[in-house]
């Protein structure tokens, strides 16, 4: 152990400070990859420029991540001195102007038109942060905005206080399990590691997994854009641990701007002797590697994605040799995910049992007894407040989708909710006041995963969704195991012609047998779970395959083979627009008269019923 490390530490963040702002206003736009995409680049141009010309004074202007409320970028936080923060919502650069009169005082917001949420809105009152403790608060690319928030305390409090096996005991002792899929001890894992390295004498690494894939899901990539410090004093705390002095973050290259905040931020970590040699003048020394993946979804199974990491295809390998034994170039390697890693410095500064009375479960005595801390989700499809959600957990999926959630969108009624990515499974509503955590979720034909959820309203078709999750992971199999491969496109077969209407008796058996078959048999977990969507839906949802087979029949109203679209004459007006839109002219009839649809002809593309200003246009 060493001494000097928080002296060490304080001469950094007294240096570092900068002089404290008299400004009373401060206005925060937040530049997540979700805020960017919906404008709030050019929103913090024009304010910038509003600003510069004198129309508010004094402000400091300041940049974020994101806030997690995707569905309402481009948003802007404001604060006084002593006063609670007012969001701005949908704040494009045209609603500047307008904003800015609102913090003036000049008009309101309901004159503005302009939407406002607090921490006291429901879907920030059923949150716990502890990953996204900093979201919104801090600048990504400030080093001293991450040391003000009390970045780098927990590594220099263990390099001072406590030895590599007191680090691992603490992090046993809270439970935290990984939150990447598998949901394995964080602290068990870092055990196995050292171990391993005590027999064999290998030198161990640690690598942070950011390969996330999962449709929907991007809770990893808005830590590394929000807080990538976070993942940097997570992995030099993990590698204290275990006797590591390198590391690698893997990440895929589709995130350009999660890619750019990383480099810049490990860059400030090594000039401030964050990483390096001697760090914080210590004996301890690490340093950071980033490798960019391709993009393909099973480099996220631990194996794969080491093999991926030496220059090879991503194919995963059978598990009787861990990974924690031999890994990245046969050393024994630890990999841990984003979120999984961002907790890391939360529980060396709070303390294991702070962590472990969050969640469900005693941790205290086994760390497989529940789930403790909190989970990131990225809340998405048909809800109302779609974006990135921290629940403590237990909360159950009723709290999330209608409290935090706000529910779904124009009145329709709540279907399903899929967890776990595309290898996860479909609950219905029944099964909204089930318990959100490892085991219950697992119990219930689901899974944790990495954090997706994605709800579905009534009008789903839930053969639909099966065969699209069959379908992403068949392009994503890597094909070195034949479970996997073929179960895949068999699945994928059956599914279709259900769809089509060629569905045919024992379908529903078949689909069964073939997907315990791949649970059963396939090598890694991509395979393993792959069957999960259609196994659950079958399980769930039943009546609707049968209707399908036996009955010609979608409740849903999707699929193409099994509707017709007509027109009620009632409503018709004859005004002619569906006969104009319509690319196979199968609509027929004269100037205002009541047209018809000639079922031989139509090819059920829905323009008609799109186009139709008098809801004349129906499907059945």
């Known amino acids: 152990m060493n001494t000097n490390a928080i002296d060490q530490l304080k001469t950094l963040l007294e240096s570092s400070a900068g002089a404290a702002s008299d400004t009373a206003l401060f206005l925060t736009v937040h530049l997540g990859t979700c805020g960017i995409a919906a404008g709030a680049g050019r929103t913090l141009e024009a304010v910038k420029t509003s600003i510069t010309s004198g129309s508010v004074q004094p402000i400091e202007l300041r940049s974020s991540g994101c806030a997690g409320l995707c569905s309402c970028e481009p948003m802007i936080s404001v604060s006084r001195n002593g006063e609670q923060t007012v969001m701005y919502l949908d704040v494009t650069e045209d609603k500047v102007n307008d904003l800015l009169d609102c913090i003036r005082g000049v008009k309101t917001a309901e004159e503005c038109s302009l939407k406002t949420i607090t921490h006291d809105d429901p879907f920030y009152l059923k949150q716990q942060t502890v990953v996204f403790v900093n979201r919104g608060l801090i600048d990504p690319e400030s080093l001293d905005d991450a040391l003000a928030s009390g970045a780098y305390k927990g590594l220099a409090s263990i390099l001072d206080n406590m030895d590599p096996a007191e680090v691992i005991t603490e992090i046993t002792k809270s439970g935290l399990r990984g939150r990447g899929g598998g949901g394995f001890p964080a602290g068990v894992k870092w055990s196995s590691c050292v171990s391993a390295s005590e027999r064999t004498g290998g030198i161990p690494v640690i690598i942070c997994n950011a390969d996330e894939g999962d449709p929907g899901a991007y809770m990893d990539r808005s830590i590394l854009e929000s807080d990538p410090h976070s993942i940097i004093e997570g992995m030099a705390i993990g590698a204290y641990a275990i006797g590591a002095e390198e590391g690698y973050i893997y990440i895929r290259k589709e995130y350009p701007l999660a890619m750019e905040i990383l480099e810049n931020a490990i860059q400030q970590a090594r000039e401030k002797n964050l990483l390096g040699k001697g760090i914080l003048g210590t004996d301890f020394s690490f340093d950071l590697v980033i490798h960019r993946g391709a993009g393909a979804f099973v480099c996220g199974e631990s194996s794969a994605l080491m093999v991926s990491m030496s220059g090879m295809p991503g194919e995963p390998r059978a598990k009787y040799i861990h990974t924690v034994e031999s890994g990245y170039k046969g050393r024994p390697t630890v990999l841990n995910n984003v979120e999984t890693l961002a907790n890391i410095p939360r529980i060396i500064t709070r303390g294991a049992k702070w962590f472990a009375s969050i969640g469900t479960g005693d941790v205290s005595e086994n760390p497989w007894n529940g789930s403790s801390g909190t989970k990131v989700f990225s809340l998405v499809g048909d809800i109302n407040n779609a974006g990135l959600i921290e629940i403590p957990m237990g909360i159950t999926l009723r709290e999330i989708i209608f409290d935090i959630g706000g529910g779904i969108p124009d009145e329709k009624e709540f279907k399903a909710v899929q967890t776990g990515g595309p290898s996860g499974g479909v609950l219905p509503a029944e099964k909204l006041d089930l318990a959100v955590d490892f085991d219950t979720l697992t119990e219930a034909g689901s899974m944790m995963g990495s954090g997706g959820m994605i709800v579905m309203n009534n009008e789903t078709c839930m053969i639909q969704i099966a065969k699209y999750f069959v379908d992403f992971l068949k392009e994503e199999s890597c094909g070195k195991c034949t479970p996997c491969r073929e179960g895949l496109v068999a699945l994928g077969t059956i599914l279709e012609r259900i769809i ?51 009955h010609g029949k979608c409740r849903a109203l999707k699929c193409k083979a099994l509707i017709e679209y007509y027109i009620n004459a009632e409503n018709c007006t004859g005004c002619n627009i569906c006969a104009r839109n319509c690319p196979v002219d199968a609509i027929e009839g004269s100037l205002k008269e009541p047209h018809v649809i000639d079922q031989k002809k139509c090819i059920r593309c829905g323009v008609c019923r799109e186009v139709c200003n008098f809801n004349a246009v129906e499907v059945r």
């Open 500 to 550: 089509n209407g060629d569905g045919r008796n024992g379908d529903i058996e078949l689909l069964e047998e073939y997907g315990q078959n791949m649970c059963e048999t396939s090598l890694c977990a991509l395979g393993q779970t792959a069957a999960n969507p259609v196994l659950s839906t079958i399980e769930y949802f039943r009546d609707e395959y049968e209707e399908h087979i036996r």
